[in-house]
């Protein structure tokens, strides 16, 4: 046991040491491709980091050979977008009440473009609703829809680089970490950094969600529950990580943009591949983190449309994956 809290410790250090040089690296990749901020942080960052969760979705629906082992995949599918519309902003909150007085602001409002981010809300819960309500039925073309989802993503990306914009405080780059004395380090070298990062972040993570599954082990937690409630929280670890990251910074805005964009990957590149390598039915877990998952967004939308966040109102939302571990927990406690 104390190796595996060894190792569940290092490794957590581990992705946020990689996240430091990884959102670093973005910024002076994004800067180098003449992209705005929002789309650095929606497009750039969330990709990046949803490829180790995309790639355990992916193991798990193409090659898992029972239907426990594809069960994994669509629990992931269903618990990122959870972990993130809950977990991840509260993080974005407490960090921001945390480091107030350090970023010199009078008050504790999230500084973002509300109505940008309330449309972001908007379209992710219209995405997720049909993701979820196509889990509550079986017919013979279901797996044809997951084109669907694919074609969604790729126009969600198109509108995030079409209309990114950046802020004053977000054109101020910290040097390159792997040549700091280069005021203009190349795109080759931030290309390097952010694939290094990313192998750091990937390896880490793998490490990190063992040793979770460990000790959900050691204390007679079920597989499923495990599953469920602590395998999302790790996958989706490095998102967590460099939005903390950014509000230390003061980009708030490329923090949310991140939490945004992964959320869209999550809802629909794995949905994409569940459909099209299982029969993407729910239970009665899954459907629940559903149901929970599309209230935490309704309760998003309804924040950032009245335009103006109190990072203490966006630790209300993690109460919603506070909810739903109560559920799952007295589920499998029957």
């Not at 959102?23 to 992209?35: A, D, Q, S, T």
Request: charge should be neutral; glycine fraction near 8%; proline fraction near 4%.
């Amino acid at each position: 046991m104390l190796l595996t809290i060894t190792l569940f410790s290092l490794s957590a250090v581990a992705i946020y040491i990689a996240c430091e040089f990884f959102v670093n690296g973005i910024e002076w990749f994004g800067h180098r491709l003449k992209l705005g901020a929002t789309a650095i942080g929606s497009v750039l960052a969330a990709f990046g980091t949803a490829l180790p969760e995309s790639a355990v979705t992916f193991m798990a629906v193409v090659f898992g050979k029972t239907s426990a082992q594809k069960d994994i995949g669509i629990g992931a599918a269903m618990g990122g977008p959870l972990v993130l519309a809950t977990l991840a902003y509260a993080v974005v909150g407490a960090a921001l009440i945390f480091h107030r007085h350090k970023l010199q602001r009078i008050n504790r409002q999230v500084q973002v473009d509300h109505i940008r981010l309330s449309h972001d809300q908007a379209a992710f819960l219209g995405v997720f609703v049909v993701k979820v309500g196509l889990g509550l039925v079986a017919f013979t073309y279901k797996p044809w829809l997951g084109l669907l989802f694919l074609a969604t993503y790729a126009a969600y990306v198109w509108r995030e680089i079409q209309t990114s914009d950046t802020a004053p405080e977000e054109e101020q780059l910290e040097p390159l970490k792997f040549c700091p004395s280069v005021a203009e380090p190349s795109l080759r070298w931030a290309a390097l950094q952010v694939t290094c990062s990313l192998v750091v972040i990937s390896i880490a993570s793998h490490v990190f969600v063992g040793q979770l599954e460990a000790i959900g082990t050691a204390l007679n937690w079920s597989p499923h529950l495990v599953a469920l409630l602590l395998s999302p929280v790790a996958t989706e670890l490095p998102e967590t990580m460099n939005a903390l990251i950014w509000v230390k910074q003061g980009k708030e805005r490329l923090a949310l943009a991140n939490i945004s964009g992964a959320m869209m990957i999550q809802a629909t590149i794995p949905s994409a591949l569940g459909l099209f390598f299982t029969p993407w039915l729910f239970d009665g877990p899954l459907l629940a983190s559903g149901i929970i998952t599309a209230l935490a967004i309704v309760f998003l939308w309804q924040l950032f449309r009245r335009g103006a966040v109190d990072g203490r109102k966006l630790l209300v939302a993690g109460g919603f994956y506070g909810v739903f571990a109560l559920l799952v927990a007295c589920y499998f406690s029957r």
